[in-house]
């Protein structure tokens, strides 16, 4: 075939598919009339043969058609000029996007006959429909939803978009700019309008326009689905990252003036060019309304508490010599929830004075509309006898005087056992110095390391135990380095054999010291380590742990080895004064534990104190009875839901309730009523719950779920109860347990305003505790009987 430069042709190859499985190839001349011809919807009539080429593009140079997944197989077709023969009846045939070039095409005048397997000559068959040549391929990208092409001169097109008006560079000549600019102008917020209007309907820009038909858009054909970002498009708001910065200093305790540090104003300038960086004074105030905001959350939360609330109070120096007074507020929610905030952080100009630690309560109470709600006070530190009356005088006046006052605990529990655990290391304190150079010796070489791992293999010591150095400000560290090096002491006895420069090896004396010392750590060590769980535990948890230290060192001291009475006689003594500081309160909270109640406690007193057990007996039962009837005497005031419960409810009523009331209170009277007819029969509710048996001893047992579900039997003794189960052992938080220095606060924070001070850390310790109040595991315990 001889190809004509004069003409451009191409040639329209067409499979067609008979009903007898017979394939027949159609090849139609195309004439173009353009340098680029595009037909779409092409339709061929011929003796009730229906042919439709669709979206077929025409090259204007000389092109070879080269069909595409099509199999022809031999078939006799001819065609003449006027009319077209194929065999099937009846048939549609439509060719979808295929680009096809005749590079040889010989035009003939007459009706041509199609061999099989050649190409064909053609004229323009008669019929044919061609499309307008101006009119082009319809565009798929998604940006030109927004923009329109326009032509500027000769040869040159830019792209317009619609919304703000810009044009971009499109096409100059035959060079094609492409479509990234005009997305990025659309994706990446730069347009304004879209800007404006992503924010208003926070919608993707890669999004596809909602379109509504009309009357005449009916049947239109599916509409073509448009792809949307991996990634939905988030406007830039500079309030919201303003936020986040107040968010990250308060959570991380990062300096205020951070914002103000080159390094940090550049690596914000980098990820965000359009963001201000805001001044200390600026984020200062955003820290503060951070505060204020979850303030807000947390008093709503108060006001709707049931019960009575419990504070603790952790004096805090600082090197201007003034103090600052950690108050910390436990309570049980209206869902008998257990929660634990740090209320106020309040300055104290003269923290040694009888009257520091009553003006952080008395301030406490004020601030949160608390008075009248005080339950108990845990305090961290020994107190000067004007202080406690201080103390009791403000319970007495803002709280009725549960218990003459000994619902005060002088004695903080993580601090108390921090006190005896360094007064037996200083016992002991020449063979912790040698177990601690021991350690270092193996520890800071790798050499000396390797040395004494392969002895530890040569003699077959089965301890899992590492060696690792102590923390002089955290007990436990020295506790875990004891416990660790006395169970690879053979290696230590052994190292001097295979590295002469190992000098100090502790005798069998000071490893047998090591031992007791730590048999009776780890007593302190395990009930301290419960205050280190992110679940708050109940008070009569540690009564469990409390009485069986206190018999275990009563026994120990009684001891007649040397050894042992040097250790524990300082600690059963020291010990012992803990506990009868708080036996008490933690005796009347395990026999709100319907495992226990009062079983446990007479059990305990008799090993602890033998033939003088009944008097401490008696005394705890003439407590609960005492305190059991302040609570029916003096019953809670409503909290505001319960008042609206009532309000509520009086309306319903004389609205037609069933039960109308002349006063318009309901059955509010009725309560009134039954309340002051039945006070004498209240009086035995806990009578009756100290008769019934005591339930099955499961280690995993929510005691509060218990009296949360057992209220409506015993309503007057589940208030005492929540209010006993929540009060505090401690006044510090879980990572500062095995604190053995007090705390300080840092020269930067006491440069800060006392305002600002009590925003952070009240906010942080808000934000960290949503998260860690969601816990309701059980916490699992062994019991001693």
């Known amino acids: 075939m001889e190809a004509s430069a004069e003409n451009n042709h191409q040639l329209v190859s067409v499979e067609t598919q008979p009903d007898d499985a017979e394939m027949h190839t159609v090849s139609v001349e195309l004439q173009p009339t353009s340098d680029e011809l595009q037909s779409n919807g092409v339709e061929l009539q011929t003796n009730g043969v229906e042919l439709q080429t669709t979206n077929v593009e025409m090259q204007p140079a000389s092109l070879e058609m080269q069909p595409t ?64 040549p101006s009119k082009r391929r319809k565009k798929k990208s998604i940006v030109w939803e927004h923009f329109t092409i326009e032509n500027v001169g000769a040869g040159c097109r830019r792209a317009c978009c619609k919304q703000c008006k810009q044009s971009f560079a499109y096409s100059t000549g035959s060079k094609v700019a492409g479509t990234s600019h005009l997305k990025r102008h659309i994706a990446k917020g730069t347009c304004p309008v879209v800007l404006r209007n992503q924010e208003n309907s926070q919608l993707s820009p890669y999004s596809a326009p909602s379109k509504v038909g009309g009357p005449g858009r009916l049947n239109d054909a599916p509409k073509r689905r448009y792809r949307t970002a991996s990634v939905p498009y988030f406007a830039f708001d500079s309030d919201r990252c303003r936020h986040e910065i107040a968010r990250m200093i308060i959570m991380h305790n990062y300096p ?36 204020l905001r979850e303030k807000q959350t947390l008093q709503r939360l108060l006001e709707g508490i049931p019960g009575r609330i419990c504070l ?38 003269y923290p040694e004075s009888d009257s520091a630690f009553s003006h952080s309560v008395a301030a406490c109470l004020s601030d949160w509309n608390m008075d009248g709600r005080l339950i108990s006070l845990t305090i961290n530190q020994s107190l000067t006898d004007a202080a406690v009356d201080n103390l009791k005088a403000l319970l007495s006046v803002k709280n009725p005087n549960l218990l003459g006052g000994q619902l005060l605990l002088g004695n903080c529990l993580a601090r108390s056992f921090s006190s005896i655990a360094q007064e037996a290391l200083r016992g002991a304190q020449e063979t912790v110095k040698k177990v601690r150079n021991s350690v270092k010796y193996v520890k800071t070489s790798e050499s000396h390391e390797e040395k004494f791992l392969e ?29 660790g090096a006395s169970e690879l002491k053979e290696v230590f006895s052994c190292l001097d054999t295979s590295d002469p420069d190992y000098k100090e090896a502790p005798s069998m004396e000071d490893w047998k010291l090591v031992e007791t010392l730590t048999t009776y750590l780890k007593l302190l060590f395990d009930t301290a380590t419960l205050l280190t769980t992110p679940v708050i535990p109940t008070t009569d948890t540690f009564f469990h742990e409390i009485w069986k230290i206190q018999l275990e060192l009563a026994r120990a001291a009684s001891i007649e080895d040397p050894i042992i009475s040097s250790i524990t006689r300082p600690l059963q003594a020291n010990f012992d004064k803990y506990w009868k500081s708080c036996c008490l309160i933690l005796a009347i909270a395990v026999v709100m534990d319907p495992r226990f109640k009062m079983k446990l ?29 302040e609570y029916v005497q003096l019953p809670l005031p409503l909290t505001p839901t319960y008042v609206d419960e009532i309000n ?104 800060l305003r006392p305002e600002t001070v009590e925003a952070l850390i009240c906010a942080k310790d808000w934000l960290q505790r949503d998260m860690a109040e969601a816990l309701t595991v059980p916490i699992k315990m062994d019991f001693p009987i």
């Open 455 to 483: 002895l530890k293999q040569q003699l077959q010591v089965p301890s899992a135990k590492s060696l690792a150095l102590d923390d002089q400000t955290q007990w436990n560290t020295t506790y875990e380095m004891l416990l």
């Open 69 to 132: 997944n099509l199999e022809m197989e031999p078939a006799n077709i001819e065609m003449q000029t006027a009319s077209l023969e194929i065999p099937p009846a009846h048939l549609e045939m439509q060719l979808t996007n295929f680009e096809m070039h005749s590079p040889n095409m010989e035009i003939q005048e007459a009706g041509l006959e199609l061999q099989p397997g050649s190409n064909v000559d053609m004229q323009m068959p008669l019929g044919i429909e061609t499309q307008p």
């Open 256 to 291: 205020l003036h951070i914002v103000e540090h080159p390094g940090f104003i550049a690596f914000v300038k980098n990820l965000q060019p359009r963001f201000d960086m805001v001044s200390f004074n600026t984020v200062q105030g955003d820290c503060v309304a951070t505060y």
């Open 601 to 629: 406690v007479e059990f305990s007193f008799n090993k602890i104190y033998g033939d003088e057990a009944a008097a401490y007996i008696k005394s705890v039962e003439d407590g609960i009875h005492e305190l059991f009837n």
């Open 648 to 751: 509520g409810a009086s309306i319903k009523q004389e609205d037609g309730g069933p039960f109308p009331s002349s006063n318009g209170l309901g059955l509010t009277d009725f309560d009134v009523y039954i309340m002051e007819s039945t006070s004498q029969q209240s009086k035995s509710e806990l009578d009756q719950y100290l008769e019934e048996s005591l339930l099955p001893r499961v280690h995993e047992f929510d005691v509060i779920g218990w009296w949360k579900l057992n209220k409506s039997k015993y309503p007057t003794l589940s208030k005492m109860a929540r209010d006993m189960l929540s009060v505090p052992v401690s006044t510090v938080g879980p990572d500062l347990v095995f604190d053995t220095v007090g705390k300080e606060m840092d020269r930067y924070r006491c440069s």
């Open 312 to 349: 603790t109070l952790d004096l805090w120096t600082s090197s201007q010599t003034v103090g600052y007074v950690f108050v910390t507020g436990q309570f049980i929610d209206s869902e008998w929830k257990m929660h634990r905030k740090i209320l106020n952080v309040i300055m104290e100009p």
